[in-house]
Structure formats: C-alpha cells, structure tokens
Nanobody, 112 residues
C-alpha cells in the first residue's frame, strides 16, 4: 500500500514548511520510517529517520534545522523544516522500512 506525502510548496529562503506522510495499515506504530529527497539532476539522498520508539537521526546537511516526528494515532510521520535554504529544493519522499515501501514525493522549492 502506497504512502502519501504532502505539504510541499514554494517558500523563500529562511522560511518553514511541514511535510506529512500518511502510512496506511495497522503496523505503523511498529515501523521505522525515513524521509529522503532528490534534487534535480542528483541522486536520492537520505534526510532523516525515526524508529518505532521515536529515536531520530539526521543527515548533517539538515541537522539542527529539520525535525522528524510521528503520531501513531494518526498513522502519520512529519518533517518540520525550518531555516530552509535553496539547496533544500527537492522532491521529498517518505519511506517505510517494512516492505521497503515508498510514497509519491512532494516537491519543495526554496527561492533565494
């Protein structure tokens, strides 16, 4: 079952966005989840991870600016993105470790 990411858009540098990812199914609370992104002309890169018990990890490029979280009651994962930079422009994807499941991405564009 496909994940559904949303919340992307156009924002000025220094601004904020919050992405959401709804993950259907009854196992969400037990699933590790990730955010990835792919900028134009570049390979997909890992952004952040959250475990089933909400342990979090971040790539160095977003540490201190992005926050990953989850709401198990809503089967939803979030990515709060602050202090956005033009280099954060990319399609953002959510990923569930169980079944190596990917969602359709949501485009984030940061203007300078």
């Amino acid at each position: 079952v496909q994940l559904q990411a949303s919340g992307g858009g156009l924002v000025q540098a220094g601004g904020s966005l919050r992405l959401s990812c709804v993950a259907p199914g009854s196992t969400f609370r037990y699933d590790g989840m990730d955010w990835y992104r792919q900028a134009p002309g570049k390979q997909r890169e890992w952004v952040a991870s959250i475990s089933d018990i909400s342990n979090t990890k971040y790539s160095e490029s977003v540490k201190g600016r992005f926050t990953i979280s989850r709401d198990n009651a809503k089967n939803t994962m979030y990515l709060q993105m602050n202090s956005l930079k033009p280099e954060d422009t990319a399609v953002y994807y959510c990923h569930r470790l169980r079944g190596d499941t990917w969602g359709k991405g949501t485009l984030v564009t940061v203007s300078s």
